[in-house]
């Protein structure tokens, strides 16, 4: 079992960044793909970022290419999304998702195919 906790969400003005941890604990593995999903109120669960175990391959969303990126450290067991140049719309809670690696790049952008799930954690973008 992998359990998933997210952190560094709140509350920005459109233009500020946040950086956002996703800590992973119990049977981890530095081989796991890892991703970020968001869901606005009302609206499904999207997929925002992810990457490979090694960290050699990365993918985003068009929404956020060229605002976010997703890196991991491997020794901390933890994924993080640095994201800038916030925008209203992208307010929602941030989840990170995991799972063994997940080679086929449109299937890293499915919710099914993670196992392992966190909370989430609130990111609020005013205008």
């Known amino acids: 079992q992998v359990h998933l906790v997210e952190s560094g969400g709140g509350l920005v003005q459109a233009g500020g960044s946040l950086r956002l941890s996703c800590a992973a604990s119990g049977r981890t593995s530095s081989s796991y793909t890892v991703a970020w999903f968001r869901q606005a109120p009302g609206k499904e669960r999207e997929f925002v970022a992810a990457i490979t175990g090694s960290g050699a391959s990365t993918n985003y969303a068009d929404s956020v290419k060229g605002r976010f990126t997703i890196s991991r450290d491997n020794a901390e067991n933890t994924v993080y999304l640095q994201m800038n140049s916030l925008k209203p719309e992208d307010t929602a809670v941030y989840h990170c998702?995991?799972?063994?690696?997940?080679?086929?790049?449109?299937?890293?952008?499915?919710?099914?195919?993670?196992?392992?799930w966190g909370q989430g954690t609130q990111v609020t973008v005013s205008s």
């Open positions: 998702a995991a799972n063994s690696f997940i080679a086929n790049n449109w299937l890293r952008t499915r919710t099914g195919s993670y196992n392992y």
